[in-house]
């Protein structure tokens, strides 16, 4: 148990590790990467909040999709432009629509996004709910059997009582069983013992 809980660690330190420096590192390239450390600077929290419309719930800054890069650029093309960051934005929701939002505003096309999750949470927290007490209805009655008839009960001890009476009769033995219980060298009914002399 404890090696268990010692790799256990390692493994979730390694991913925490990855997951705080690695991964939003590597997806933007050199040769994306604005000369204007400013600028530069206002793509890459540009790219936090919008979304890769081919991966599930990544930023474009996170991906390294095709499509991430491409958004990255335009991004940057938009910024090299002179647009402000809402301008930006308002582009590439133009452009992709609120989806690319990795926060979207609650407005009556997007109402399924925000409801959507804790109305799915409020109904699989039902249903385990209900199979959590049926379950235990079922345990509650299945765990003490019902008593046995007066009927039931002389059928057997009858049973019972034939069965003490019967003479136990001694198990066959298999000839496999035989054979492994001789001792090794003796002959059996077909074997070639080794004091056999041949003839």
């Known amino acids: 148990m404890r090696h268990f809980l010692a790799i256990f660690a390692i493994v979730a330190a390694i991913s925490a590790a990855g997951l705080v420096t690695g991964s939003p590192a590597l997806a933007v390239e050199p040769d994306e990467v604005l000369a204007d450390p400013v600028l530069e600077a206002r793509a890459r ?33 938009r910024l090299v432009a002179g647009d402000t960051d809402d301008q930006t934005v308002a582009y ?20 399924a996004l925000w ?8 109904i699989i927290a039902t249903l385990a709910l209900l199979f959590f007490r049926m379950y235990q209805r079922e345990r509650v009655a299945s765990g003490s059997p019902e008593p046995l008839t007066p009927t039931d009960r002389a059928q057997l001890d009858a049973l019972v009582d034939k069965l003490a009476a019967e003479p136990r009769r001694p198990r ?17 009914s077909g074997g070639n013992g080794s004091d056999n002399p041949a003839t």
């Open 45 to 77: 929290e540009l790219s936090k909040v919008l979304r890769c419309v081919v991966c599930q719930n990544q930023s474009i800054d996170d991906s390294n999709a095709d499509i991430a890069r491409d958004m990255r650029l335009i991004v940057r093309e």
């Open 92 to 111: 590439m929701v133009a452009r992709y629509g609120d989806y690319v939002l990795l926060r979207p505003p609650f407005q009556p096309n997007t109402m």
């Open 115 to 122: 409801v959507g999750p804790p109305f799915m949470a409020m």
């Open 172 to 188: 066959r033995q298999s000839g496999l069983r035989a054979e492994l219980e001789q001792p090794f060298g003796s002959t059996g």
